[in-house]
């Protein structure tokens, strides 16, 4: 029996972090939503009792370090499952963006892994798993549009933003989450404007949408690696009505509403940028079906 599940990735319209915890992990208020880029993820039921990746990706590991591996041996503890699964992952969302390509994956298999092994857990159920693995998965389990508080699992439903198209473009760098929450300054931060944000989607506000996104890891980003802050004023340049870099980079997207100028972003970046996509917001929670 196989499964084929759609693994979307996300953008932050904004990011804000507030403190570091007692745990070590910082707590965050963010806005997130899905872009119609995604991976596919094809689970294959195996009867023997192991959990195999596969991925035609190098940079994708296929052992405990992968986080759809981990979802699944989640599972397999947390519900005595003794049955296996292979796990197909065709990576599409690039590697080490701030996109939550991981985490997206891993939410996708604890989604289909529920329907193949026939668990009957809740998407609720699944997404308090999914902050056992990282901090933006329990995001990426129910998708859609929402705000993100605590280490990012708190999450509450948001309407669908504005009808627009979002134009990424990650650089050939990875850059490392933990060494750019090190070097946060927690005093000397601008604070990006959540509940404006929270408003301008409630509204359907484009305009407020615009004005309002932000991003505090970026200032740490763009100072580790120049050329993100390059894409970001070629991307102004071209006409991007708002400019952003996503999580903690390196891809900066940018959002426009007409095909035409969407086109002349995406064409211009791709003359100097390895990978360019220009996609939709989905907007849309996923469902158990």
């Not at 929402?146 to 627009?164: K, V, Y």
């Not at 850059?175 to 404007?193: Q, W």
Request: charged share 25%.
């Amino acid at each position: 029996m196989k499964l084929l599940v759609k693994a979307p990735a996300k953008i932050n319209l904004s990011l804000d972090v507030l403190y570091k915890r007692l745990d070590g992990f910082h707590e965050v208020e963010m806005i997130m939503t899905t872009i119609d880029l995604a991976d596919r993820v094809e689970l294959t039921l195996l009867e023997e009792d192991k959990i195999r990746i596969v991925s035609h990706n190098r940079y994708v590991p296929d052992d405990q370090r992968n986080l759809a591996y981990q979802a699944a041996q989640l599972l397999k503890d947390r519900y005595q499952v003794k049955k296996g699964v292979q796990i197909l992952i065709e990576k599409t969302i690039p590697v080490a963006a701030g996109l939550a390509g991981g985490s997206s994956d891993a939410a996708a298999t604890l989604r289909g892994l529920n329907k193949l092994w026939d668990l009957g857990l809740t998407l609720d159920e699944l997404a308090i798993l999914g902050s056992e693995i990282g901090s933006d998965v329990s995001f990426c389990v129910y998708g859609g549009t929402a705000l993100a508080r605590g280490r990012g699992e708190m999450i509450t439903d948001l309407p669908a933003p504005p009808t627009c198209w979002v134009i990424l473009a990650k650089p050939f760098i990875g850059v490392s989450t933990a060494e750019v929450y090190r070097r946060l300054d927690l005093n000397g931060m601008k604070h990006p404007k959540i509940n404006e944000m929270v408003n301008a989607i409630h509204n359907n506000d484009y305009q407020s949408v615009c004005e309002n996104v932000g991003n505090v890891l970026e200032e740490v980003t763009l100072k580790l690696h120049p050329e993100v802050a390059q894409i970001k004023d070629q991307m102004k340049k071209f006409g991007a009505d708002a400019v952003l870099m996503s999580g903690s980079g390196p891809t900066v997207f940018g959002i426009v509403q007409h095909d035409s100028r969407m086109h002349r972003i995406y064409n211009g970046l791709r003359g100097f940028c390895d990978q360019v996509f220009a996609v939709r917001m989905l907007g849309e929670r996923h469902t158990l079906d």
